[in-house]
């Protein structure tokens, strides 16, 4: 249904919109963060902090992420590539490019010469030696190694925990074992045996009999214990728990900030942040032509010592006797000493203010109970006032303006002796029916809602094809207002009872709202998918001026418009998304908004997929399509 160059724009249009952390002015230098993840990676955020707080104002932060979510899991270079390809094409001011964790980079190494040749490049959270040892040959790279402090944890066990006599690594693979043995395969630590727990090879069950069964005289360094046979991913919050309440308090270590959970000391950790901070002081350096005196770096120096106070206290460490500029998580008597007289102060005023609220509450209770309902019927009633005043002044001119147009074109018509018919002054007659017509509609199905006499009528349809083929009435009226539109549906085919007037209603007024709002030569992206739970979602969402917080509440209330805050001046009588919500409600769906100002607005329907007891598929008329969206759009002209 949708050719390849069109799933290409699509594709890098999503990846677009998704995720920007920073709005800066245009005229701004631009630097590309490549992440090999997505949002919802546990290090995301951190890595762009990090990259934020050395970029100040002075850069704009792109950014590109090729949502590789696990091991298993590799990212369709192809895509990507078109992704990049288009995006590098877009960017005016393109300073450098930051690569996070290993996929970005080997993807940088494949097509650098393509892509990337001449562009300053600096990397971060990479493991894999072999790409950074071929990245920084090319005079224009710089990065930072993400390097396990392994050698200072085993040197806080030696000194914490004397009777410990077995390290267990626990991790995804073996890669980090291995480093403790030279060159000749002997032990660097002759003090402890080790034992390398693999989690890809149990199930979670085995994998908590294994850990049970470790010897109390051991230690054990958790890594990247997140994949399973059973399980592709867990979180530390999961896993962390399970090692701990299967290991009989033995001492728990950990390499990674985010690995410091409940029951974890801590140890010399990677911080995300501070990688990601170094990695773009390192490139801003480079492109500002600053001296460096490493353009790599490789050891842990880049690590810091963080302890868990709980986990520090339980196993009877002393703060003192921690490294130098250790950061304590948790600790409360910090907290206390940082505020001593503020804490004080705080206990002297609760306490006096205890002794007064008890006093008082008994009588205020009622008191605050009776005016609240004096004050919310109060409100109740002028907001109702207001809402009919309004909706009185807006049905007023939704009338008298499409009448005093017809009513001009017809004086032009009965003029004698003059040519002033013509199919456009027909046309301007047939639109502003349609749109009166529309307004008696909207009034009519307002009057049915409140007598509870709209009932749905049921036929199964191809959702997928009736979206698209509104989509391509609608187009003209997108065109019109010189915006592009999108329709992206990640199925080609849903088939599921519904009512299609009146989900067409829906999808009229929501793609109407989206073009008069959206500013010029923005664009309206429509998305399909189906969810977990088994609703289809379908996505609107315009390059608009979006909406305030305080009138997100109320944007489906009826009567409700929101011109001050859009800063616009569209016609509407306000009922249209009250309607639209209405619509969807019947069909057991929600309507939901996401918006800030300035920022856009993105409209979500969700529908439950069912179907009925039927063998045909309702197909819809083209001609029908076209015609109910100019009488939806009647207002928009072309």
């Not at 705080?346 to 203010?353: A, E, F, Q, R, Y």
């Amino acid at each position: 249904m949708i050719d390849t160059k069109k799933f290409i724009m699509i594709f890098i249009s999503l990846f677009l919109i998704m995720y920007s952390p920073k709005t800066y002015a245009l005229e701004n230098k631009e630097i590309l963060f490549i992440s090999s993840y997505n949002p919802n990676f546990i290090t995301f955020k951190d890595q762009v902090k990090g990259i934020e707080s050395a970029l100040g104002d002075d850069y704009n932060l792109q950014v590109q992420y090729m949502n590789s979510t696990s091991d298993n899991y590799r990212v369709d270079e192809n895509n990507f590539y078109n992704l990049l390809k288009y995006s590098l094409s877009t960017y005016k001011h393109l300073e450098g490019i930051i690569l996070g964790d290993d996929d970005a980079l080997e993807f940088y190494i494949k097509y650098r010469d393509d892509l990337f040749k001449d562009i300053p490049v600096s990397f971060f959270g990479i493991s894999n030696e072999e790409n950074i040892n071929t990245a920084i040959k090319f005079d224009n790279v710089v990065g930072v190694r993400e390097k396990e402090s392994l050698d200072e944890i085993i040197k806080l066990i030696q000194n914490y925990h004397k009777n410990v006599e077995n390290i267990i690594l626990i991790d995804n693979n073996y890669r980090v074992i291995n480093s403790f043995y030279d060159n000749k395969g002997h032990l660097k630590y002759n003090d402890f045996n080790f034992e390398n727990l693999v989690t890809k090879e149990f199930n979670i069950d085995d994998f908590k009999n294994e850990i049970s069964n470790i010897n109390k005289n051991s230690a054990i360094i958790s890594l990247y214990p997140i994949h399973f046979k059973d399980v592709q991913w867990l979180d530390y919050n999961d896993i962390n728990p399970i090692i701990k309440d299967n290991t009989n308090n033995i001492p728990i270590y950990t390499c990674l900030t985010y690995g410091i959970t409940d029951g974890v000391i801590g140890g010399k950790v990677v911080d995300m942040y501070n990688h990601s901070k170094v990695a773009t002081e390192m490139l801003l350096k480079f492109i500002n032509g600053e001296n460096l005196n490493n353009k790599y770096i490789g050891d842990d120096s880049t690590n810091d010592y963080v302890f868990n106070y709980n986990s520090l206290k339980k196993h009877n460490i002393k703060l003192s006797s921690l490294p130098e500029n250790s950061t304590i998580i948790n600790n409360p008597i910090d907290t206390i000493k940082r505020n001593n007289y503020l804490f004080l102060l705080i206990l002297l005023l609760l306490l006096t203010l205890m002794s007064i609220i008890i006093t008082l509450i008994i009588y205020i209770k009622y008191r605050i109970k009776y005016e609240r309902n004096i004050i919310k019927a109060k409100n109740m009633a002028e907001e109702a006032s207001m809402l009919k005043s309004h909706f009185i002044s807006n049905i007023s001119h939704e009338l008298k303006t499409p009448i005093t147009v017809i009513m001009s074109v017809i004086q032009l018509l009965q003029i004698k002796n003059t040519n002033h018919y013509s199919d456009k002054n027909i046309d301007i007659i047939d639109k502003n029916c349609k749109r009166l017509l529309r307004l008696i509609n909207n009034i009519i199905d307002m009057e049915k809602f409140d007598a509870k006499e709209i009932k749905l009528d049921l036929k199964n349809i191809n959702i997928v094809n009736l979206i698209d083929d509104i989509v391509d009435s609608v187009e003209p009226y997108a065109k019109s207002k010189n915006l592009n539109m999108i329709f992206d549906p990640y199925c080609e085919e849903v088939y599921m009872a519904i009512d299609g007037p009146k989900i067409e209603r829906v999808i009229l007024n929501l793609l109407s709202n989206a073009i008069k709002f959206s500013y010029p030569s923005g664009t309206v992206y429509i998305n399909l998918y189906k969810d977990n739970e088994n609703n289809v979602v379908i996505s609107f969402k315009d390059s608009g001026p979006g909406i305030s917080e305080k009138n997100l509440k109320s944007i489906f209330d009826r009567f409700t418009q929101v011109d001050n805050t859009m800063r616009r001046n569209n016609e509407g009588s306000g009922i249209g998304l009250s309607i639209a919500n209405s619509f969807v409600t019947l069909h057991k769906g929600t309507i939901d908004v996401k918006s800030k100002e300035n920022e856009g607005s993105e409209f979500i329907v969700k529908i439950p997929i069912k179907l009925i007891d039927e063998e045909n598929i309702l197909f819809y008329d083209r001609e029908i399509l076209d015609n109910n969206a100019k009488t939806e759009l009647s207002d928009i002209y072309l």
